[in-house]
């Protein structure tokens, strides 16, 4: 490839590996990237596809142990592999720049910001101490810091998360570089707060002429934000097309797949998400030909045995495959799930009536923190038997206390749960204990739920005995026929769970959460430790297990997409609040609630062709202060004087469905709520 | 990444305990460090069967004689044949490391166990305690009791035990503190388990790692404790003797060049405490959860 | 942070009365009765239990403790019977000489260790990592004593080029005054402590390399050298602050071990010497102010900690 | 009071404040030199290295640092010195160089009183010796300028009273019914004559070596106050001399201004107390100008330099630190190296005898009962291997001289048994002995009385059927011979099944506690104790030390027969009682001898003076006032 055309990057067979004590993983393998100025790239691909590595390779700064072992990195046509460190320095933060995912970690705890924003124009640009200050504060306005004179002596625990980001983007661009290298910048953020910042990142892009490269597991950011697209898979790039046309006439079975079990707020209901099936490979050891071949629907031997090249097939779009498809999969091919069983049973089987929870004294007295956290701040909701009930929101509106409360796990400073008739806080040791059948948890990080030095069948057995069920054999006997209903061999009983995949462990999990035939499952976060692909497998598993034995869940989720397709009716939160209730469809298609809306909006949609929408701007406030009246005011578009002085009062929008607002976005019915 | 680059999609058949000593095996140190250690106490506790000499009879006539054919080692002040002193002097400092150690982790694993699980106000009490315990110089501690006892196998162990239980129970109480968080112990709660079947299958397996890498340290530090306590003039006394009372024989004769006295005992002294803290280290890296799930 | 303050000084208020009532305990349990003590082995049993009661030490364990506490209060540690001399005199004698031993070899240990042990962090697993940590493992392993007579037999028999005692000057500064004859005291005390410093500053180390804003800082372009200045000294030196405060009790009887191997004047000597002539009240009196020191060092290691972590700051 | 006090007692360090004089009556004769011992019947010979003569040109001023004993350092000035503070190193090292004493000992290595060195003249003894007259002699004064007097003499008495009064226990010298219970009266006659009346008569010769060594004349002008800036008061008066006392004694216990308080300045010894530090027992003198002795101090400085072991001492001797040190059995093969590093090396055995303590007032495990019995006694003597201790590199190194009884060899009052061993090393004999009263012997197991009873085949009175024999034996922690002595008798004792535990003190602990008169309430604490021995004064009679009364009793020892030898020396003018006494305690075994170890000496040939100042070390007296550094 030639240096033209606004040709700024240029990767070309591209191999970087890492020498463990006793083997060596092939990370990244013969990865191809070109970058134009003003031009986003997105590489897109699975944890552990060598997405991050790419991007470490091209700053220079593969962790130790890592080489690039072949291929060529031109930057304007300079050659930057084996480049001598000291010229490297002066690319890093220069001409190239990076940000990274996660921005709690990535500033220096113990340094100002003003002074770590200085730190590249101080080195690179030469720039006086004063100067540098100078630029740090424009660069700090230009991210959208408010009162950045104030910001530069801040530190960063001080800053919120999203504000971080905001400050390593102004130290990433603080002298201009050619070339910018987002590795998953958002990730981290909540997704109000994500929509934000890539606007920003997009913006800058366009300002100041760069050429980005961004790095991300989300084919919604991508579609949104990105002008071209590789998709990686297992180190190496299997296909790289502008973004419309990768979305809508993709030729890799790969990217096709990615794209067809990523969650959509479209997906029927009914059917089954699409999933693709197995694991990425063992990158300690390759296999010989095409990586994707094991887990592709189209492999032939010739895959199996030799790898493809990666050709263009069209100009602009690139493709490494034998047996390249045509376009996205239709979602109608997906079959159906088993519609979930009308219940007899009338009445609610869950019933949560005005939940408060607040921390302090205690734990936190001792420290010197007297201030209480208002964590869950008097909220309602009931659920009707085999029905799913989602609750959405940020990270920190107490979500997750919440469903400690509900599984009594924690409990509530004042309000009660009602399960089956029975008053959870009433109950008593053994009686609580047995009451505790009905009632089972999923955890978000399936490792940590497993008791690490418990083989799975002890993991399985475990809540017959806590519950004195059945014999030995019948114990057994139980277990192996979970194992079958989540689809896992017998052979795992012996095994420990490190040895498991995310996914594998997830199964488990439910597996035990189902031991006792529980009525209701609480699941926190079921999926968000899980990559796309084994994410649709455990949710599929997830609403088939529902069908089949009647369970009512309670699936809490700050991913949207995850609650539109498990849910039937959906609780919005907000700092401790819940503010809107409706079923699906209510909060999905007719949202009340400002906040309601905004969440809608930020959610990146993989499709390019999805456009703008309204977004709430900052971020949530401090927990430990929650503003006066309506909580959501300081962020809200609609706020005024009213919403400040006085508490909003669930108002029925539509049959079951209410929402907490003085301004909402449709008229409340006329009926007022007595009692 | 939560995921790691290496997920292996058929899993091997692995045990916990099993990837724990493979990882320790593959440390060099470690398996040095356990070298050693079983090296030393073969030779201090089956030594003296192979290799027999009189430690119980003094011989003043043959007291100090340099390394010879008859006395690899030489013999001193009181003609005990030093190779065979130190295998008894070994048997006294390892056992008396081992005992400190066990006394010190069995009060402290369960100290720091109630108050983790207590908390509140019983573990804040409890806490000042260790608090204001740990700020007491342990070896000023030690030396005053020393003074008020006549120095035994047993009475060394207690006195070390008993003053060094502080740091194991500070642990354990935070890997308590931290095993009630997570994730499996909630789960196990939520299936029903009763409090005791939580403690006894979950928090004490999971802080069983904890605990042993404790023990470890803990006989590296009391066989440290007890060589100061001998060479300052609390050891054992004869017919019984640790490496810390031989050390300082030795150093009387220091000028009149019995080299014999310090170096090899000096020398198995600092080897097994080395070992040990060798094995604790490697026991800490490979029993540590977190680093696999890296 | 004021309220941090305020916290912790609260709470090392209660542990040096926690460490004050085992003094008194122990003083009362090894001691036996002060009237034993002034009136010596000769006197008569009703004469001991006479003063005993003029002097108020028949009264019951708590106003006995109150009485201690109050003379503590008032800055009283007590008097040595065999030395006829108040404690207070014959720890203030020897602060001086032992504070500039300990603090030398403090500084020192740092001074090595924080290099040390960032350059292992950053060399990690090379030869010179392995080598370094061998080493240490080696110090690590020594009795202070062993180390002590190792030092005197290569450097005072052996070459004949440094003193095998510590200075005997009643001078605080000998260590200024006499650098030959201090130089292997300070230097075995230097060694055991720069072991345990150097491995921890190098976990304490990789702990910080790990972060990403080290990455960050690289990807800026700064060099490994300004990396580790500019970032990582200042944030792996942190843990080591409260290490260096939490090893106080160590550093002392390093201290106490080095003296009277030496046979440097100060308060390990006097320990030492105390130690042999059951002299409890020097012994406990010691104990006491070293158990203070002790609880002043880990506080004043916190708020170092606190000072210099912005993150503690507004707690 | 006679004879050695135990308390004073001890190996290395012996206290004794006694001194021997062969004064006027009783012919001194022969002072049975080193070399007069019976040669070839002992291990171990009676000196260690030669004297080196005196050499180079006395030249004034210069400092020399002289070794402490590894903690023993002086800590009371008054030469009115409590039995807790007393020993070699209080008296000897410490007050002697400032305070002298009215009558001096040794001369030489002789053990006789110095008439040189004295304050005053021979005493002369009259009335039926029951009246003394000391003459001091002209020319001496206070380094005030004011002359030491007959009434310096009387204060020291006078105080002495005082501090007796007070307690019991503030004169180490003190002996219930002896001096100064002994006298009638005490007068200053004129200002150089005091007149002693005594209330009974005393051997003269023990009377001038054991009670008037102890006298020290005191600066009765200077010292006679209640308070720092206090009149002059009248010690006559027994309330003014307690006021009197209570002051200097508490100034004296007071080691912080022991440099600083003008009160210890007035000296008329050769030198005066110049630095003191508390915490390391480090003290310096200066040379007092005005001293007006036979001769004036030429060295400047005497810097007396603690240490914590022998090993460290030996170690700054080694690398040339120190002017002077006493050398360690264990250190006897480097004396090459010290002579090759430019010292002089001499020692003896000191005045006196070592051995292991026993307590015969321990009712633990009827302790008291077993060693009641002589023949105990005597098989437990048979188990020590005094010339194989000596020849043994582990103990006396060969320096050290064998000895079974109350007096060394050197003594002229001993005779020539006492290097002959009364009951050898013999292990069987041992055992037969055993076997013979009716115990059944188990080596390495229990040994087990068989046959209670007192008849003269059974165990003895108040033994039981089954006992045992288990003692515990405390030996001090510093030197390393101790332990190595100890060890050895625990050795051999175990094979024939007797127990002995074995554990270190230090010697200031050991001298305090184990102590039966001292502390009566440890008696039952320990059974056998070791630190050394008792130094004695020339006229070597036990009195105080072994008969029943005697307040240095510290085994509590008690033998009518003794107690009636003792009384005939003290009193009778035979010099044979005397000899009669050493034979009986030799083979009544109130202890268990233990050779006699040489106190060695090592001095920088830079150091140099009359042969015979240095042939007094081993007895750890010091004349300095002397010495020169060439």
């Known amino acids: 490839?030639?240096?033209?055309?606004?040709?700024?990057?240029?990767?070309?067979?591209?191999?970087?590996?890492?020498?463990?004590?006793?083997?060596?993983?092939?990370?990244?393998?013969?990865?191809?990237?070109?970058?134009?100025?003003?031009?986003?790239?997105?590489?897109?691909?699975?944890?552990?596809?060598?997405?991050?590595?790419?991007?470490?390779?091209?700053?220079?700064?593969?962790?130790?142990?890592?080489?690039?072992?072949?291929?060529?990195?031109?930057?304007?046509?300079?050659?930057?592999?084996?480049?001598?460190?000291?010229?490297?320095?002066?690319?890093?933060?220069?001409?190239?720049?990076?940000?990274?995912?996660?921005?709690?970690?990535?500033?220096?705890?113990?340094?100002?910001?003003?002074?770590?924003?200085?730190?590249?124009?101080?080195?690179?640009?030469?720039?006086?101490?004063?100067?540098?200050?100078?630029?740090?504060?424009?660069?700090?306005?230009?991210?959208?810091?408010?009162?950045?004179?104030?910001?530069?002596?801040?530190?960063?625990?001080?800053?919120?998360?999203?504000?971080?980001?905001?400050?390593?983007?102004?130290?990433?661009?603080?002298?201009?570089?050619?070339?910018?290298?987002?590795?998953?910048?958002?990730?981290?953020?909540?997704?109000?707060?994500?929509?934000?910042?890539?606007?920003?990142?997009?913006?800058?892009?366009?300002?100041?002429?760069?050429?980005?490269?961004?790095?991300?597991?989300?084919?919604?950011?991508?579609?949104?934000?990105?002008?071209?697209?590789?998709?990686?898979?297992?180190?190496?790039?299997?296909?790289?097309?502008?973004?419309?046309?990768?979305?809508?006439?993709?030729?890799?079975?790969?990217?096709?797949?990615?794209?067809?079990?990523?969650?959509?707020?479209?997906?029927?209901?009914?059917?089954?998400?699409?999933?693709?099936?197995?694991?990425?490979?063992?990158?300690?050891?390759?296999?010989?030909?095409?990586?994707?071949?094991?887990?592709?629907?189209?492999?032939?031997?010739?895959?199996?045995?030799?790898?493809?090249?990666?050709?263009?097939?069209?100009?602009?779009?690139?493709?490494?495959?034998?047996?390249?498809?045509?376009?996205?999969?239709?979602?109608?091919?997906?079959?159906?799930?088993?519609?979930?069983?009308?219940?007899?049973?009338?009445?609610?089987?869950?019933?949560?009536?005005?939940?408060?929870?607040?921390?302090?004294?205690?734990?936190?007295?001792?420290?010197?923190?007297?201030?209480?956290?208002?964590?869950?701040?008097?909220?309602?909701?009931?659920?009707?038997?085999?029905?799913?009930?989602?609750?959405?929101?940020?990270?920190?509106?107490?979500?997750?206390?919440?469903?400690?409360?509900?599984?009594?796990?924690?409990?509530?400073?004042?309000?009660?749960?009602?399960?089956?008739?029975?008053?959870?806080?009433?109950?008593?040791?053994?009686?609580?204990?047995?009451?505790?059948?009905?009632?089972?948890?999923?955890?978000?990080?399936?490792?940590?739920?497993?008791?690490?030095?418990?083989?799975?069948?002890?993991?399985?057995?475990?809540?017959?005995?806590?519950?004195?069920?059945?014999?030995?054999?019948?114990?057994?006997?139980?277990?192996?026929?979970?194992?079958?209903?989540?689809?896992?061999?017998?052979?795992?009983?012996?095994?420990?769970?490190?040895?498991?995949?995310?996914?594998?462990?997830?199964?488990?999990?439910?597996?035990?959460?189902?031991?006792?035939?529980?009525?209701?499952?609480?699941?926190?976060?079921?999926?968000?430790?899980?990559?796309?692909?084994?994410?649709?497998?455990?949710?599929?598993?997830?609403?088939?297990?529902?069908?089949?034995?009647?369970?009512?869940?309670?699936?809490?989720?700050?991913?949207?997409?995850?609650?539109?397709?498990?849910?039937?009716?959906?609780?919005?939160?907000?700092?401790?609040?819940?503010?809107?209730?409706?079923?699906?469809?209510?909060?999905?298609?007719?949202?009340?609630?400002?906040?309601?809306?905004?969440?809608?909006?930020?959610?990146?949609?993989?499709?390019?062709?999805?456009?703008?929408?309204?977004?709430?701007?900052?971020?949530?406030?401090?927990?430990?202060?929650?503003?006066?009246?309506?909580?959501?005011?300081?962020?809200?578009p609609r706020a005024q004087a009213r919403c400040a002085e006085e508490e909003p009062q669930p108002r029925d929008f539509d049959p079951g469905h209410s929402a907490a607002c003085h301004f909402p976005l449709r008229e409340p019915q006329v009926t007022v709520r007595t009692g | 990444m939560t995921e790691t680059a290496t997920a292996r999609p058929v899993p091997e058949l692995t045990s916990g305990w099993r990837l724990a000593v493979r990882s320790f095996a593959q440390n060099r140190l470690a398996v040095l460090g356990v070298g050693i250690i079983v090296a030393l106490v073969l030779f201090c506790f089956a030594g003296p069967h192979l290799y027999v000499t009189e430690q119980i009879t003094v011989d003043p006539v043959s007291s100090l004689l340099p390394p010879d054919a008859a006395h690899p080692l030489g013999t001193d002040a009181q003609g005990f044949d030093v190779l065979g002193r130190i295998m008894r002097g070994g048997q006294a400092s390892l056992q008396i490391g081992l005992f400190a150690a066990l006394i010190a982790t069995a009060i402290g694993t369960l100290y720091g166990t109630v108050a983790g699980l207590a908390g509140g106000v019983v573990d804040g009490v409890m806490m000042r305690v260790v608090d204001t315990l740990l700020s007491i110089p342990f070896l000023f501690i030690v030396l005053i009791a020393a003074t008020r006892f006549s120095s035994t196998v047993l009475s060394l162990s207690l006195i070390l035990g008993a003053f060094s239980w502080l740091a194991p129970a500070r642990l354990v109480r935070a890997e308590v503190l931290s095993l009630r968080s997570r994730g499996f112990v909630a789960a196990a709660t939520v299936m029903g388990a009763t409090k005791l079947r939580i403690i006894t299958r979950h928090l004490i397996p999971n802080a069983l790692g904890v605990v042993i890498v404790n023990i470890t340290f803990q006989v590296a530090d009391a066989i440290i404790a007890v060589s100061l306590l001998g060479f300052l003039g609390f050891g054992l006394n004869y017919p019984d003797v640790e490496w810390g009372t031989q050390l300082s024989e030795g150093v009387s004769y220091l000028f009149e060049g019995a080299w014999w006295l310090i170096y090899p005992v000096g020398g198995c002294l600092v080897l097994v405490v080395m070992a040990f803290n060798f094995v604790g280290d490697a026991l800490r890296d490979s029993i540590d959860v977190r680093l696999r799930r890296r | 942070m004021t309220r941090y303050v305020l916290r912790r000084l609260a709470t090392s208020a209660v542990v040096v009365l926690g460490v004050s009532l085992i003094t008194f305990m122990m003083l009362h349990g090894l001691s036996g009765s002060p009237g034993r003590a002034i009136l010596g082995v000769e006197a008569s049993a009703e004469a001991v239990a006479a003063f005993d009661r003029e002097h108020g030490y028949d009264r019951s364990l708590v106003v006995q403790y109150v009485m201690y506490l109050g003379d503590l209060l008032q800055g009283d540690l007590g008097y040595s019977y065999r030395l006829n001399q108040s404690v207070n005199d014959l720890l203030a004698e020897n602060a001086g000489r032992t504070a500039m031993l300990a603090g030398a070899a403090l500084v020192l240990a740092i001074g090595i260790a924080v290099p040390l042990g960032v350059f292992q962090a950053v060399k990690r697993n090379s030869v010179g990592d392995n080598l370094l940590t061998a080493l240490t493992f080696v110090a690590y392993s020594m009795p202070v004593f062993l180390l002590a007579m190792l030092l005197i037999q290569v450097f005072a028999l052996g070459l004949g080029i440094l003193p095998a005692q510590a200075s005997q000057s009643s001078s605080n500064f000998v260590i200024f005054t006499e650098p030959r004859a201090m130089l292997l005291p300070v230097l075995t005390l230097t060694g055991v402590t720069v072991a345990m410093y150097s491995r921890y500053q190098r976990s304490a180390a990789l702990d910080q390399l790990a972060q990403d804003y080290i990455r960050v800082a690289r990807a800026k372009g700064l060099s490994t050298r300004m990396v580790l200045t500019r970032h990582l000294l200042r944030n792996a030196c942190l843990p080591l602050v409260t290490l260096i405060g939490m090893s106080i009790p160590l550093l002392l009887a390093g201290n106490l071990v080095v003296e009277s191997v030496f046979n440097y004047p100060g308060l390990g000597l006097l320990f030492f010497n105390s130690l042999n002539n059951q002299d409890y009240p020097v012994l406990l009196g010691y104990t006491l102010v070293a158990s203070i020191m002790t609880v002043l060092g880990n506080l004043l290691a916190d708020l170092v900690v606190a000072v210099s972590d912005p993150r503690t700051q507004n707690a | 009071m006679s004879g050695v006090r135990t308390r004073r007692a001890l190996a290395a360090a012996v206290l004794a404040t006694l001194l021997p004089l062969s004064a006027c009556s009783g012919g001194t004769g022969d002072t049975g030199d080193q070399g007069a011992a019976p040669a070839g019947r002992t291990q171990g010979s009676q000196t260690f290295g030669e004297l080196p003569p005196e050499s180079g040109t006395p030249k004034d001023g210069g400092a020399v640092d002289i070794a402490q004993q590894p903690g023993a350092g002086p800590y009371y000035v008054l030469p009115i010195v409590p039995g807790a503070f007393n020993s070699t190193y209080v008296t000897y090292q410490f007050q002697r160089l400032m305070y002298r004493p009215l009558y001096w000992f040794p001369e030489g290595a002789s053990p006789k009183v110095n008439p040189r060195l004295s304050l005053a003249e021979l005493p002369e003894f009259s009335d039926g010796n029951k009246t003394v007259t000391i003459k001091l002699k002209p020319g001496y004064t206070w380094s005030d300028g004011n002359p030491v007097e007959a009434g310096d003499v009387v204060f020291f008495i006078n105080l002495v009273k005082a501090a007796l009064r007070k307690n019991a226990a503030n004169w180490a010298g003190y002996t219930p019914g002896q001096f100064p219970d002994n006298l009638d009266s005490v007068t200053a006659t004129d200002a150089s004559t005091v007149t002693m009346k005594l209330k009974e008569a005393y051997n003269p010769e023990w009377f001038t070596t054991d009670q008037l060594t102890s006298v020290v004349p005191l600066p009765a002008k200077q010292w006679a106050r209640a308070s720092a800036d206090g009149p002059i008061l009248d010690h006559a008066d027994p309330e003014n001399a307690e006021a009197i006392y209570t002051y200097l004694d508490k100034a004296s216990r007071d080691p912080a201004t022991f440099a600083s308080n003008p009160l210890w300045q007035t000296v008329n010894g050769p030198y005066r107390l110049s630095a003191f530090d508390v915490t390391t027992n480090f003290y310096a003198m200066t040379a007092n100008e005005k001293y007006t002795g036979p001769q004036k101090p030429r060295i400047q400085t005497l810097n007396f330099r603690p240490f914590t072991s022998e090993t460290a001492k030996f170690n700054q001797l080694l690398s040339g630190n120190l002017t002077m040190a006493t050398v360690d059995q264990a250190h006897v093969g480097q004396v090459r190296a010290l002579k090759a590093a430019g010292y002089h090396v001499y020692g003896a055995p000191r005045l006196g005898f070592n051995f292991i303590m026993l307590n015969f007032k321990d009712t633990t495990d009827n302790v008291d009962k077993i060693l009641g019995q002589l023949y105990v006694r005597q098989a437990l003597q048979h188990l020590i291997d005094q010339p194989g201790y000596i020849a043994s590199k582990g103990m006396y190194n060969g320096a050290a001289a064998e000895s079974y009884g109350t007096a060394p060899a050197t003594s002229p009052y001993a005779s020539p048994d006492v290097a002959t061993a009364p009951y050898p090393y013999d292990p069987a004999a041992a055992r037969k002995l055993l076997e013979e009263h009716g115990w059944k012997v188990v080596p390495n197991g229990a040994t087990t009385c068989e046959r209670p009873g007192s008849g003269p085949t059974e165990c003895g009175e108040g033994i039981p059927q089954g006992q045992t024999i288990t003692f515990n034996l405390f030996y001090r922690s510093e030197p390393q011979l101790h332990s190595a002595v100890s060890t050895a008798f625990a050795s051999e004792a175990r094979k024939l099944g007797i127990s002995i535990s074995v554990a270190p003190k230090t010697f200031s602990f050991l001298i305090q506690n184990y102590n039966v008169p001292a502390a009566p309430d440890k008696a039952g604490e320990w059974a056998m104790s070791t630190w050394g021995g008792f130094s004695i004064t020339p006229y070597p009679t036990m009195t105080g030390t072994f008969d029943s009364e005697g307040s240095g009793n510290v085994g509590a020892y008690s033998d009518a027969k003794t107690d009636e030898l003792i009384r005939a020396s003290v009193h009778g003018d035979d010099r044979d009682a005397v000899k009669a006494e050493i034979e009986h305690l030799r083979t009544n075994l109130p202890v268990l001898w233990l050779p006699n170890a040489h106190t060695i000496w090592a001095w920088k040939d830079t150091l140099s003076g009359p042969q015979e100042t240095f042939a007094a070390l081993p007895t750890t007296v010091l004349t300095p006032e002397y010495w020169y550094l060439k």
């Open chain 1, 1 to 636: 490839m030639m240096a033209g055309d606004g040709e700024v990057l240029a990767v070309e067979g591209l191999s970087a590996g890492i020498r463990l004590r006793t083997s060596a993983v092939d990370a990244v393998n013969g990865v191809d990237l070109l970058l134009r100025k003003g031009e986003t790239l997105g590489l897109v691909g699975e944890s552990g596809s060598g997405k991050s590595m790419t991007g470490l390779s091209i700053m220079g700064l593969l962790p130790s142990g890592g080489h690039v072992a072949a291929g060529s990195i031109k930057l304007e046509g300079r050659e930057l592999v084996g480049l001598p460190e000291r010229q490297y320095r002066r690319i890093r933060g220069n001409e190239i720049a990076m940000i990274f995912q996660d921005p709690m970690t990535s500033l220096n705890p113990t340094k100002t910001i003003g002074e770590q924003v200085a730190e590249p124009i101080r080195l690179h640009l030469g720039a006086s101490a004063g100067q540098a200050r100078e630029r740090a504060l424009e660069m700090l306005a230009l991210v959208g810091i408010a009162r950045p004179a104030e910001r530069l002596g801040s530190y960063p625990h001080e800053l919120s998360g999203g504000l971080r980001q905001r400050v390593m983007i102004a130290m990433a661009l603080s002298c201009e570089p050619k070339v910018l290298i987002a590795d998953e910048p958002t990730t981290a953020l909540d997704v109000t707060v994500q929509a934000q910042v890539l606007r920003l990142l997009h913006d800058l892009k366009d300002r100041l002429g760069m050429a980005m490269l961004l790095i991300t597991h989300d084919m919604g950011v991508i579609a949104r934000w990105a002008d071209r697209v590789s998709v990686m898979y297992a180190g190496g790039i299997v296909e790289s097309a502008p973004t419309r046309e990768l979305f809508t006439g993709m030729r890799h079975p790969y990217t096709q797949a990615l794209l067809a079990c990523t969650p959509r707020l479209t997906q029927p209901r009914e059917n089954t998400l699409y999933s693709i099936a197995g694991a990425p490979p063992d990158l300690l050891d390759p296999p010989a030909g095409c990586r994707f071949a094991a887990r592709c629907a189209h492999a032939t031997e010739r895959c199996e045995s030799e790898a493809p090249p990666l050709a263009a097939t069209r100009p602009g779009h690139t493709l490494a495959c034998w047996h390249p498809v045509d376009g996205p999969l239709d979602p109608a091919t997906t079959p159906a799930q088993a519609p979930v069983p009308d219940t007899e049973q009338a009445g609610p089987v869950l019933d949560v009536d005005d939940l408060v929870k607040e921390y302090g004294g205690g734990r936190f007295a001792l420290r010197g923190l007297k201030r209480s956290v208002k964590a869950v701040s008097g909220v309602s909701f009931a659920v009707e038997p085999g029905r799913t009930f989602g609750l959405v929101g940020e990270s920190g509106c107490g979500k997750s206390t919440l469903a400690k409360m509900i599984v009594a796990l924690e409990p509530p400073s004042s309000g009660s749960v009602t399960a089956l008739g029975g008053k959870l806080n009433e109950l008593r040791g053994r009686a609580l204990r047995r009451h505790r059948r009905n009632l089972q948890m999923m955890f978000q990080d399936p490792l940590d739920a497993l008791d690490p030095r418990m083989r799975i069948g002890a993991i399985l057995r475990e809540p017959f005995e806590a519950q004195g069920i059945g014999t030995a054999a019948e114990q057994l006997a139980a277990i192996r026929e979970l194992l079958d209903e989540v689809g896992l061999p017998h052979s795992v009983l012996e095994r420990y769970p490190h040895e498991f995949s995310g996914g594998q462990r997830q199964r488990i999990a439910l597996a035990r959460a189902l031991a006792l035939n529980p009525r209701v499952i609480v699941a926190d976060e079921p999926v968000s430790a899980l990559d796309v692909s084994v994410r649709s497998q455990v949710l599929n598993l997830m609403k088939r297990l529902q069908a089949k034995h009647g369970l009512t869940y309670v699936v809490i989720s700050h991913d949207l997409t995850v609650v539109r397709y498990m849910a039937d009716a959906v609780g919005v939160m907000y700092l401790g609040k819940l503010v809107e209730v409706g079923s699906s469809d209510d909060i999905y298609l007719r949202p009340a609630h400002p906040y309601t809306a905004g969440l809608l909006a930020a959610i990146p949609e993989p499709d390019p062709d999805a456009g703008d929408r309204i977004e709430i701007g900052s971020e949530m406030p401090s927990p430990y202060e929650p503003p006066s009246g309506c909580r959501f005011r300081t962020r809200c």
